[in-house]
C-alpha cells in the first residue's frame, strides 16, 4: 500500500485584499497562503505518506521574492526532514514567458537534494519508497515556445499551435505509459487543462482554444492508478464513474471572489493495490470570503442603515467582505460610507463599498418636441417650457438662436453664391 498527497496551485505572492502583519512584517494573505500549504504538511507528515505531489503553480508569477522563496521552502525542507519524497511539476504561472530564462524552480533541481524531484520537461520518475517503488509520469505546463520557433510550426496559426500542441503531449504520456511495468503502481501528474474541467474565480479569463485542451480519456489509460492535475483551482474528480479518478485538487486558499464559496483542500491518496485506489479531499483552513448584495427599497429606513441590518446578518469577523448594494430608480445616492465602513471593524479587510444602478432607457419625447421637421426656434421654445430654470431665459435664448442660423446663413451664401 502506498500513501501520497496531491495538492497544487499555491500562488504564493497573491497579496490581494489584505495588509501587512504588524507582528512580522509579512503580507496578511502570503501568510494565509503559507497556513495553509503548512496545514497540508502537517497532514502528510502525521499521515507518514510515502511520496508527496505538487501538481504546478507554486507562485503567483514566474519571478518570486525571496520572502516567498523563504516561505516556500520552509515548508518543504519539513517534508525532506521527515524523508518524504517530493515531486513538483512546473505549472504556467512558474514558467517565464521569455525562451531561455530560468523558470522559478529551476535552482531547485541544482541542489544536491535528493528528495527533490523537479518536472520541468515530460519525464518518468521511478521512484522507491519506504512502501514500495511507484512511477510517475510528470508531465508540466505544456509552453508555446520551442514549438512555435520550430522551422515547420513558423508560419503555423496559434489554433494550430495550440492543436499541435495537445496532440504531442497526449502521444508523449501515451508513450510514457507504454513503457511502464504494469505491476508497479503508477501515477500521472500534469498541469494541463482538462476540456470538461470547472474554472471558478480567476481562471474564467482563461480562453478556450489559447490553452491546449486534453480529453479525460487521453490521461485515464494503464496503467495509472491515479491521475494527479493542477491548475483549475477547483477540486473535481473528472471521472466520477471511471478509473482510474482524474483529480483536481484545487488551490489550497481562496485566490479571488468567484471562489469565494469553493471548499479548498488537497488530496489524500491511496494505492491499497493495483485497480484499488480511493482518496479523500481535505479542507484546508482558509480565509472567508464574504460577499453582501443589498437590494435597497425606496421606504422610511435610510439607506446606510439597511446596508447594515444586511451586515449583521453576515459572519465577517476576520474575514474578506465585499459589498454591492442596488440603488432604486431615480434615487439618490445618500449611503454614508464612513458609516458602513465602521459597521465592518470586525472584518480583516474591506475589499470595497460599490453602488449598483440600473440603467435607465431614455425615453423618446417626439411628442413634447414635436416632429424631425419641426424648425430649430420652436425645439428650442418647447425644450425651454419643460425646464424651470429656462423659463425665464427663453425669449433671449430664442432671440441669439434666431441670429446665429442667420449669421450661418449668410455665411453659406458668401462661400457659395445662393440667396439667402
Known amino acids: 500500500m502506498i500513501r501520497f498527497v496531491h495538492t497544487a496551485d499555491i500562488h504564493l505572492g497573491m497579496e490581494n485584499y489584505g495588509k501587512i502583519d504588524a507582528k512580522t512584517g509579512i503580507h496578511t494573505r502570503l501568510l ?7 496545514y497540508c504538511i502537517d497532514v502528510a507528515i502525521d499521515h507518514h505518506i510515502d511520496l508527496f505531489i505538487f ?4 507562485y ?3 519571478h518570486p521574492t525571496q520572502t516567498h522563496q523563504k516561505l516556500l521552502f520552509q515548508s518543504f525542507m519539513r517534508l525532506y526532514k521527515a524523508n518524504i519524497p517530493i515531486v513538483i511539476i512546473i505549472g504556467n504561472h512558474d514558467n517565464p514567458l521569455s525562451f531561455g530564462k530560468a523558470h522559478a524552480l529551476d535552482i531547485v533541481s541544482t541542489m544536491p537534494f535528493d528528495g527533490f524531484h523537479v518536472v520541468a520537461k515530460p519525464t518518468i520518475l521511478a521512484l522507491q519508497t ?4 511507484i512511477n510517475v509520469v510528470g508531465i508540466p505546463w505544456p509552453t508555446r515556445n520551442s514549438i512555435a520557433l520550430a522551422d515547420k510550426n513558423i508560419a503555423a496559426s496559434a489554433t ?4 499541435y500542441i495537445s496532440r504531442s503531449v497526449a502521444t508523449i504520456i501515451k508513450n510514457f505509459a507504454a513503457q511502464l511495468d504494469p505491476s508497479v503502481p503508477a501515477v500521472l501528474a500534469a498541469h494541463l487543462t482538462v476540456a470538461n474541467g470547472i474554472f471558478s474565480g480567476s481562471e474564467k479569463r482563461a480562453i478556450y482554444g489559447i ?3 486534453f480529453l479525460p480519456s487521453e490521461l485515464a489509460i494503464a496503467p495509472f492508478d491515479y491521475v494527479a492535475l493542477g491548475h483549475l483551482h477547483r477540486y473535481q474528480n473528472l471521472m466520477q464513474n471511471g478509473s482510474p479518478a482524474v483529480v483536481y485538487s484545487g488551490s489550497l486558499e481562496r485566490i479571488d471572489f468567484g471562489e469565494r464559496n469553493d471548499e479548498k483542500g488537497f488530496c489524500l491518496v491511496t494505492i491499497a493495490a493495483k485497480g484499488e485506489t480511493h482518496h479523500e479531499f481535505i479542507k484546508t483552513p482558509t480565509r472567508p470570503f464574504v460577499q453582501i448584495e443589498v437590494i435597497l427599497r425606496a421606504r422610511e429606513v435610510p439607506f446606510t442603515q439597511q446596508i447594515i441590518e444586511e451586515i449583521t446578518k453576515h459572519t465577517i469577523k476576520d474575514a474578506i467582505v465585499k459589498i454591492v448594494y442596488h440603488l432604486p430608480s431615480h434615487s439618490l445616492d445618500t449611503v454614508d460610507l464612513k458609516t458602513v465602513q465602521h459597521a465592518c471593524h470586525a472584518a480583516h479587510y474591506v475589499v470595497g463599498i460599490f453602488p449598483i444602478r440600473k440603467k ?3 425615453e423618446q419625447r417626439t411628442h413634447i418636441f414635436g416632429s424631425a421637421s419641426t424648425d430649430v426656434p420652436t425645439l428650442l421654445s418647447l425644450y425651454c417650457d419643460t425646464k424651470p430654470a429656462l423659463k425665464e431665459k427663453k425669449d433671449i435664448l430664442i432671440s441669439l438662436t434666431k441670429e446665429l442660423i ?3 446663413e449668410r455665411a453659406m451664401h458668401e462661400k457659395t453664391g445662393e440667396s439667402v
Open 32 to 38: 494565509d497562503f503559507s497556513r495553509a500549504l503548512d
Open 55 to 58: 501538481a504546478g503553480d507554486a
Open 60 to 62: 503567483k508569477t514566474a
Open 130 to 133: 519506504k512502501s514500495g517503488p
Open 160 to 163: 494550430d499551435i495550440t492543436q
Open 211 to 213: 490553452d491546449p485542451l
Open 360 to 362: 435607465e432607457v431614455r
Open 406 to 408: 442667420v449669421e450661418y
